[in-house]
Every structure is written in C-alpha cells, then in structure tokens.
C-alpha cells in the first residue's frame, strides 16, 4: 500500500488518512475498521442518514456518517464513533435504527426510544431533567416492596404494553455518553420513551411454547409525497421523512406500529403456522413458516395519509380506515424457507430442502458469535450439507394486483357489500402506497399509477353511493378525487330506463352537495331533467335549492313548475316560491310570475333571497352564460324582481 500498488486501503474509523495513499484512494477499495470494546451482537444501519447502531451487551454504540473531503476530485465516507447508550440490564437480540429511533428486542422484550438533538448550550439542563433511568425507578415499587413480594410469593411476569410518555415506567435506565469531540456546532442528545412491550412465553394459542421469542424487528421510514428532482439521486436527497412504522413478530403473530408523529397500534397479524422471519415493506408483509411464503396487506399508507393531511377524511379528500382488517394476499408452498430479505419488487428466499430432525429443529436458536469452534462447525457442515437453494422472485407488479383485485371484488357487489368495499380499498391502498414511494417511477409508470388512483376512487364513489352504510357521505369525497364530472356520476349509478331505481343515501349525499356548490359544469338538459325527478322523487325538501344550481341551467321549467308545486303542497316555503317564479321568468309567463310574487310580501321575498341568493344570478329566459345582451345581466334580470313594484318590475323583463 505504501508503495501504490495495493487495490486495498484498510483505515481505522477517524484516523488521518496518510500522504502516501492519498492520491490514490479513488483508485482502491476502501475498508474502514471500527474497533469495539465489546464483542457486538446485532447491528443496524439508518436507511435516511446512513448512521450505524451496534448492539453490545448493556450498551448500544451509535457510529455518525462523515464524509471526508481530500480534493476537489475526491471525497470519502467516514464514520465518528460519537454515541453510546448504556442500558441497564438489557441484552439486545436485534436492534433496528432509523431517523433518531432506536428499536431493541430481546427474547421476550420491545424498547423503543427516540433521540432527540439539543445544542450543547442545553445540554446540562437536559441531562439533569431528563429521567435517564433514575427517575423512572423512582415511579416503580420501592426495592424493599420488591423484596418482601420475592420472599413471600412467586411472581410472574404478566404481558405489558406502555405507549408514549407511559413506557417511562418500563424500569429499563438509560444512559447516554458522548464520545465525539465537542465544537461549537455539536449537537447533544436525550432520551424520550415512545413504546415498551412485555410478552410473556404463555401468549401463543397453540399450547406451551418455549421457543417463544421475538424476531424480525424492522423501522420502515415513509416518505412526503410530491418530492421533484430529475435525478433519483437528487430526489433521493430532498424527499422528507413523513412517517416511521415499526414491526416485530413473534412465532404466531405480527405487530405494526406508527412510531412516528403519534404511537399506536396498527395492526396484528395473525399467522396460520409457526414463522421463521418476515419482511414489512410499504405495501406488503412477507413472512416465512417452514413450508410457505405468506403475504399479507398493510396500513403503512393509510397512517402516513393521516399523517400527510390530518383532516383526510372531510367532503374533500378520504382514504380507507388504518383499522381495516389485513388480507392475505398469498401462500406459497416451499421447501424448508430458512431467510427473507426484500429489495424495490423482489424477494429473496434461502431455503433447505432435507427431512431434518423435527427435534433438532424446535430449539431454540442460539447466538454463538464468540464462539469460535461452534461457527467454525456450523459452517463447515453447512458447506457440506447439500439442499441449499436461493430464489429470487419477483413480485406482481402493483397495476397488475389492483386489477386482479378490482375484478375479484365484482363477485361481492350484489352478495356482499362490506367484502366489496374492503377488497376496493385494498386496490385503493395498493396504489396508494406505491404513490408514496421512493420518485423513482418513469413518467409513464407514474401516470399508470395516477389513474388507477383515480379509477379506485371512482370505484369507491360507486360503492358508497349504491349501498346502504353507515359511511355514506364517503361517496362525496372519493367521488371528487377521481376527478369525475357529475354528468359521468350520473351515468354510472343512474340506470336508464328504470322507473323503480331507487336512490341510496350515499348518491343523494354527492349529488346535493355537489349541486349546492357554484361548479362550472353545465348539465345537458336530459341530464338536468333526470336529476329533477331524482330529487322529486328521493328528497324533494331540496328541490328548490337544487334548481338554482349553475348546473341546472338547461332543466325543461314546465317541468320543474309541476314538481315543485307538488312539493309546495307538502311543505310551502318562501324560497320555493321564488323558485316557481324564476321558472315562470324562463318560461316567458308573466302572469305566473305575478301571481307567485304576491304570494309574499316584500319582506318575506328579501329573507327567501337572503336564505337562496343564487335566485338573484338566474339568467333570462332563451339567454346562456356568456350571452347577455350590453348593459344587461342575469342578475340584473332576477334582481327587478325584488326590487320596487312587483308588477312593473315583471312588465320590464
């Protein structure tokens, strides 16, 4: 290496780099060395800044991403030993780390923590407020309460789940010490709590389990939608951290929580057979038993939804609820799966295909990482054990699952309504999901992707809107986010031809929501005519507000006439009888409009305006918006009408 000619530079962590193989580092493979002072038994790397956590015994250490300029033509990644979190009486079996939360499991255990940054102005205030352990075993039994319960009973560990600012009192103490070199910008942390979780070896319904331990523990980052960049890279580098969920599972079920801006409990898995390992990404758990390769949906995008827009579900915008029920998509038949891992649309699976003993299976697996004649066995034997088999498979793409998904939820519209509508929000948080990814898409990709938004929406519009449940009004929202004009919802839901169609509450909650709301879109006039006796028929309380809609420019007026004075029998009203008179107007029948005119008096005519102004914007009779003769308007057509002496103001129109 001295002499340039080696392909390899080994490093230590933070050491300066020599002159000697400076110039040509860029040409070799660079090997940085992190000296530990205790053997490590479970590692972690941050997926957002690139920082390493490793798990020790009592302690995790915490190695800080540095990148290290030597030229202009050349810079280096380096690490900075700058954390250690020591936690008393813990030995972490896995250890996940991700945008300053630290996740630890041991057999039976969760911890989550959070770090939070503080400059070192703050730092020994902070330290001193903080309860790093002490003051959470002061919220504890006293040690000589302990002991009394110890001497005189046999205690047993009972299942625990403490959430927030409540997993403080889990008794775990945590201390933390700096290890970088203090500058003027170096930032101190402290410890909050987010999650502790208890198990106890009894949990599982399939008798007594020994081997009762917790695996697979994962922190899955989601990203804000809408970053732009031409380059993935650059993309990669502006997009911002929008949620944090976290999984851990034991042999017969699955956690998933939101660890992000609230911590909660999303869903629970429940496994048809012992699991060996899983794998959560955006839009799918994998996990894999000793014969297959299971599948299952998540909620990841319906939380980071909320987290995205806390006020998703109103009359604008919706989304399926977190609480949904998960589906299994999958279960695939192999061989003796013994490891999973995930990368963008592929699986990878190790499995073993041999008829091993059953007994020496069912122990408990143990981690032998000092010893050495232990591995050197293990992996001697491995070498000479045949069997051994890697796949790779490729997932079905997103568009080709939600169409499969939206055709098989066409078998439960007329049997089962809730199947219906959860196979359609499946659909719906598939895309979604995928939406939120990395911006990684080609513009057609992504385009794909945009109308199938749009297409579940519509899908789901028609759901509300054709059934009777309680979550009608969704019909509203979903409906506008597919961008579907009313006419097209009309077409959709309304059968031609059908005097007995009946109109459920979801299509009536969209459609006078929509009508009372100044849209620019105009329906034709057999469109307008089919939302009359829709509303004659289904709600004609809202007939008088519906036909002063913008939209219902082209209704035939003889026909409203006819149905609101069947309303007016029912329930007479001032703003109906305005709306009787501004269809005489159109109609050209001056003598209907007087006779509806003196109906009231002008008072009573000033609040029917006040409660329905847009009877005040209807145009003349024969005229059309953009048709108005100079000097005249529609609201100057209407207004005469409230304005002085009712029969000269009908002879000026």
Request: charged share 25%; proline share 5%; hydrophobic share 35%.
């Amino acid at each position: 290496m001295s002499g340039g000619s080696s392909r390899v530079c080994v490093r230590m962590v933070g050491h300066k780099m020599e002159e000697s193989y400076r110039e040509t580092l860029k040409e070799q493979m660079s090997i940085v060395e992190m000296p530990l002072s205790d053997p490590p038994l479970c590692i972690s790397c941050c997926p957002v800044s690139g920082d390493l956590l490793v798990g020790c015994k009592n302690k995790l250490v915490m190695f800080c991403l540095k990148y290290v300029v030597i030229n202009q033509n050349l810079t280096v990644l380096d690490f900075e030993r700058s954390l250690i979190l020591h936690i008393g009486n813990l030995i972490p079996a896995e250890v996940a780390f991700c945008a300053g939360r630290v996740a630890i499991t041991t057999e039976l255990d969760v911890l989550i923590l959070k770090l939070v940054q503080q400059h070192a102005a703050g730092t020994e205030r902070c330290a001193r407020e903080e309860p790093l352990g002490a003051g959470v075993r002061d919220e504890g039994p006293s040690a000589h309460a302990l002991q009394l319960e110890l001497d005189e009973f046999i205690v047993c560990q009972k299942p625990v789940e403490l959430l927030g600012e409540e997993s403080a009192r889990c008794e775990i103490p945590v201390t933390l010490e700096s290890t970088e070199l203090p500058t003027e910008h170096t930032k101190r942390f402290h410890v909050r709590y987010l999650l502790f979780r208890c198990f106890t070896p009894d949990q599982s319904p399939f008798g007594f389990c020994e081997e009762t331990k917790l695996h697979s523990l994962q922190l899955l980052p989601v990203y804000q939608t809408g970053s732009s960049g031409t380059a993935q890279e650059e993309t990669e580098n502006k997009r911002e951290l929008l949620s944090l969920f976290c999984f851990f599972s034991l042999p017969h079920a699955g956690y998933l929580y939101s660890v992000g801006k609230s911590v909660e409990l999303i869903s629970t898995y429940q496994y048809s057979e012992k699991s060996e390992q899983a794998v959560l990404t955006p839009q799918f758990l994998h996990v894999i038993t000793r014969e297959s390769l299971q599948c299952f949906t998540v909620r990841c995008s319906a939380a980071a939804a909320r987290d995205e827009d806390p006020y998703i579900d109103t009359t604008v915008k919706a989304c399926p609820p977190v609480a949904l029920d998960v589906c299994t998509l999958r279960m695939q038949l192999f061989i003796g799966p013994r490891a999973i891992c995930h990368f963008k649309n592929h699986i990878i699976l190790l499995t073993k295909a041999d008829t091993e003993d059953v007994t020496e299976r069912s122990k408990p697996a143990r981690r032998m990482l000092s010893g050495k004649t232990d591995s050197i066995k293990s992996r001697t034997n491995s070498e000479s054990e045949p069997g051994w088999n890697l796949y790779i498979i490729n997932t079905v793409s997103t568009i080709q699952l939600y169409r499969e998904m939206v055709e098989y939820s066409r078998t439960y519209e007329n049997v089962g309504t809730e199947s219906c509508v959860h196979l359609l929000s499946e659909a719906h948080l598939l895309v979604r999901a995928a939406l939120m990814g990395p911006r990684s898409l080609r513009p057609d990709q992504e385009a794909e992707l945009l109308g199938a938004f749009r297409e579940s929406c519509a899908f789901l519009g028609d759901c509300y809107s054709r059934f009777d449940t309680k979550d009608y009004h969704l019909a509203l929202p979903y409906y506008r986010m597919s961008g579907l004009p009313v006419a097209e919802v009309l077409k959709r839901t309304v059968s031609e031809g059908d005097e007995t169609q009946t109109y459920e509450r979801g299509f009536m909650f969209y459609l006078t929501h929509s009508l009372n709301e100044d849209l620019n879109e105009e329906l034709t006039k057999e469109s307008a005519n089919k939302v009359l006796q829709i509303f004659c028929l289904a709600d004609p309380v809202q007939l008088p507000h519906i036909l002063c809609s913008p939209c219902m420019r082209n209704v035939c007026p003889s026909a409203a006439v006819k149905c609101l004075q069947q309303v007016e029998k029912m329930m007479p009203s001032v703003v109906l009888t305005l709306t009787k008179a501004s269809m005489a107007l159109r109609m050209g029948d001056l003598m209907m409009y007087e006779h509806e005119m003196d109906s009231y008096k002008e008072t009573a005519l000033a609040c029917g305006f006040a409660g329905q102004p847009r009877l005040l914007r209807q145009p003349a009779p024969g005229r059309r918006r953009g048709s108005h003769p100079a000097g005249r308007s529609p609201e100057g057509d209407a207004a005469g009408a409230a304005g002085g002496g009712r029969g000269g103001a009908a002879r000026g129109q």
